[in-house]
């Protein structure tokens, strides 16, 4: 069970890791402490189905599974984000740039081939994770 569920969605269970035994060990260290924000600024809920490709089945999964154990694996709370600063169901490049000048000790993953961008960043609970879906950005 997810620490967390009160708070957001945590995709503890539901996530698949059949294309990298890695993800599986990885995630069995922080799994439990991941929740999603139950909605952004814009009052927009994260697409909980696309950012779980982050964390599982996009190339980009091993890199933000291990920037996030390395950065502390003991972490209370891993909070997800997915910030919707444009129309509905939509995210902008130019927040990639505004979270990293305004987060705290940020760290920008990429990967080739993936659909995704993600910054990790410490927070006073623990890790913040922004995720953007590059198929839906603008």
Same mark, same amino acid.
């Given at each position: ?11 503890? /269970? ?11 060990? %990885? ?13 952004? &600024? ?13 964390? $599982? ?9 291990? &920037? ?10 891993? %909070?997800?984000?997915?910030? #919707?600063?444009? &129309?509905?169901?939509? /995210? ?14 940020? /760290?920008?993953?990429? #990967?080739?081939? $993936? ?8 927070? $006073? ?10 198929? $839906?950005?603008?």
């Amino acid at each position: 069970m997810a620490k967390y569920e009160d708070e957001g969605y945590c995709p503890c /269970q539901w996530l698949e890791f059949t294309a990298d035994n890695r993800l599986a060990g %990885l995630w069995s260290l922080i799994g439990y402490s991941v929740v999603y924000e139950k909605e952004d &600024a814009v009052k927009c809920t994260p697409d909980t189905a696309t950012c779980d490709k982050a964390f $599982s089945s996009d190339p980009i999964a091993y890199d933000v599974l291990s &920037a996030i154990v390395k950065r502390n694996v003991n972490a209370d709370k891993i %909070l997800v984000h997915q910030l #919707h600063n444009g &129309a509905v169901n939509t /995210q902008r490049i130019s927040d990639i740039q505004k979270t990293l000048a305004e987060a705290t000790n940020p /760290q920008l993953i990429a #990967h080739a081939k $993936s659909n995704f961008i993600v910054i990790i960043a410490d927070a $006073s609970y623990g890790i913040d994770v922004w995720v953007w879906d590059l198929s $839906s950005c603008y």
